[in-house]
């Protein structure tokens, strides 16, 4: 039997966390060849979920964002930069193979960023880390000969879509003959509603998402778009192209995730059930494919496939992220952490009812932050994490101006 493959997991007790513990415990189980073994767990605090996470895997070393005391593991971090600390001492004392980077948001940034200059693989779940700092993450990636591989279904389906055409092993630079890609949208919660209506939208109306299971915040950004924006950004970085050959359509059954269209006119395109623990799989036992646990598809019971333009007016998220690919620099950044910030005020609970923070000053306030901040050229992380914060603090002075 071979040697298991020691993983970190990063964000454990979000969705594709839990998920992901899901996907190896059924490799496990169902004979596959592929065994694991979970070194790290990181999460944002000690919860009864994350106690049981150690307790379940036997993992040794945890990370937490809070200052709590998880006495179940031989070492715990704490505090900013745990994640990275974490990553660095698994790494150092008991080695490490793949890190599932799966912290929503920009907090997940800097242990991706430590991950890749070890040379470990990274699972990458966070778009944000692309999206803010994609420049210097994927140059520590080609310089150290680290694998990002996607698990998000859009850029896993682009991926898989590529096999055999070229070196598929992300981040790479796409062959000429790929002439586009294409990312399919549910069209996310407010999908066929009124402009004016979509405007005024409640968080509970905005978190009704009808096919997937997600947090509140990638939930959000799934109604405004703006999620859909992100994965443009991350597709340009993973795959070396630009907005000139991106495209998205909107596709509400979620059934085909993505397609690439190829210069011969042939266009290959890769469906499955929505659902993440498929392309979670793959990521974990690239290039190959054991059964796995994700509901199959049946094709038969299809019927007809709907795909249409997005409405580029009533969500301009798309346009937003197109811009930033044609910026580079911090643009990402401040996109990224405006974003952030404007959809924390959204569904903050004194916001229940939509009136303080309508959900369409959102997007507005990502606009206002691209337009009155300079996008700069990224040097370090600090040049993002000093984008970031300008971009949170415009974000904030506008929603006082407004109290």
């Given at each position: 039997?071979?040697?298991?493959?020691?993983?970190?997991?990063?964000?454990?007790?979000?969705?594709?966390?839990?998920?992901?513990?899901?996907?190896?415990?059924?490799?496990?189980?169902?004979?596959?060849?592929?065994?694991?073994?979970?070194?790290?767990?990181?999460?944002?605090?000690g919860?009864?979920l994350?106690?049981?996470q150690?307790s379940r895997?036997g993992?040794?070393?945890?990370?937490?964002?809070?200052?709590?005391?998880?006495?179940?593991?031989?070492?715990?971090?704490?505090?900013?930069?745990?994640?990275?600390?974490?990553?660095?001492?698994?790494?150092?004392?008991?080695?490490?193979?793949?890190?599932?980077g799966?912290?929503?948001?920009?907090?997940?940034?800097?242990?991706?960023?430590?991950?890749?200059?070890?040379?470990?693989?990274?699972?990458?779940?966070?778009?944000?880390?692309?999206?803010?700092?994609?420049?210097i993450?994927?140059?520590?990636?080609?310089?150290?000969?680290?694998?990002?591989?996607?698990?998000?279904?859009?850029?896993?389906?682009?991926?898989?879509?590529?096999?055999?055409?070229?070196?598929?092993?992300?981040?790479?630079?796409?062959?000429?003959?790929?002439?586009?890609?294409?990312?399919?949208?549910?069209?996310?919660?407010?999908?066929?509603?009124a402009?004016?209506?979509?405007?005024?939208?409640?968080?509970?109306?905005?978190?009704?998402?009808p096919?997937?299971?997600?947090?509140?915040?990638?939930?959000?950004?799934?109604?405004?778009?703006?999620?859909?924006?992100?994965?443009?950004?991350?597709?340009?970085?993973?795959?070396?192209?630009?907005a000139?050959?991106?495209?998205?359509?909107?596709?509400?059954?979620?059934?085909?995730?993505?397609?690439?269209?190829?210069?011969?006119?042939?266009?290959?395109?890769?469906?499955?059930?929505?659902?993440?623990?498929?392309?979670?799989?793959?990521?974990?036992?690239?290039p190959?494919?054991?059964?796995?646990?994700?509901?199959?598809?049946d094709?038969?019971?299809?019927?007809?496939?709907e795909?249409?333009?997005?409405?580029?007016?009533?969500?301009?998220?798309?346009?937003?992220?197109?811009?930033v690919?044609?910026?580079?620099?911090?643009?990402?950044?401040?996109?990224?952490?405006?974003?952030?910030?404007?959809?924390a005020?959204?569904?903050?609970?004194?916001?229940?009812?939509?009136?303080?923070?309508?959900f369409?000053?959102?997007?507005?306030?990502?606009?206002?932050?691209?337009?009155?901040?300079?996008?700069?050229p990224?040097e370090?992380?600090?040049?993002?994490?000093?984008?970031?914060?300008?971009?949170?603090?415009?974000?904030?002075?506008?929603?006082?101006?407004?109290?």
């Amino acid at each position: 039997m071979p040697d298991p493959k020691r993983i970190l997991i990063l964000g454990s007790t979000g969705s594709i966390g839990t998920q992901t513990l899901d996907v190896i415990e059924h490799l496990h189980r169902d004979g596959s060849g592929h065994h694991f073994e979970i070194v790290g767990l990181a999460a944002g605090r000690g919860s009864d979920l994350l106690r049981e996470q150690v307790s379940r895997t036997g993992a040794r070393i945890v990370a937490t964002a809070d200052a709590c005391v998880i006495e179940e593991c031989e070492k715990h971090f704490a505090g900013d930069g745990a994640a990275a600390e974490l990553v660095r001492y698994a790494h150092e004392r008991v080695g490490v193979d793949l890190v599932v980077g799966a912290i929503v948001g920009s907090a997940g940034i800097g242990a991706t960023l430590e991950a890749l200059r070890l040379g470990i693989d990274v699972a990458l779940a966070n778009k944000e880390t692309l999206v803010a700092a994609g420049e210097i993450v994927v140059q520590e990636a080609q310089r150290t000969g680290a694998r990002l591989l996607p698990v998000d279904s859009e850029h896993s389906a682009l991926w898989q879509c590529l096999q055999g055409q070229t070196e598929t092993k992300p981040p790479m630079e796409l062959p000429g003959s790929v002439t586009k890609m294409t990312l399919t949208a549910s069209g996310g919660a407010l999908r066929g509603m009124a402009a004016e209506e979509v405007r005024g939208a409640t968080p509970a109306m905005a978190l009704a998402h009808p096919n997937w299971s997600m947090g509140p915040k990638v939930t959000v950004d799934c109604a405004s778009l703006m999620n859909k924006g992100l994965e443009l950004i991350e597709a340009h970085w993973l795959f070396g192209i630009g907005a000139d050959r991106l495209g998205v359509l909107v596709h509400p059954s979620s059934t085909v995730h993505s397609f690439v269209e190829y210069a011969d006119g042939s266009v290959i395109a890769q469906l499955g059930a929505p659902d993440m623990k498929a392309p979670i799989q793959f990521a974990l036992t690239y290039p190959e494919r054991p059964a796995g646990i994700a509901p199959k598809l049946d094709i038969a019971k299809l019927g007809t496939l709907e795909f249409y333009e997005p409405d580029a007016e009533t969500f301009p998220a798309l346009g937003l992220a197109f811009d930033v690919i044609r910026k580079g620099g911090t643009s990402g950044a401040i996109l990224n952490a405006a974003n952030e910030e404007a959809v924390a005020a959204f569904l903050a609970p004194e916001n229940n009812d939509g009136t303080l923070v309508p959900f369409g000053l959102i997007t507005d306030l990502v606009a206002q932050a691209m337009d009155a901040l300079e996008s700069k050229p990224i040097e370090s992380l600090a040049c993002v994490d000093r984008a970031s914060e300008e971009a949170r603090a415009f974000v904030r002075d506008q929603l006082s101006a407004r109290a």
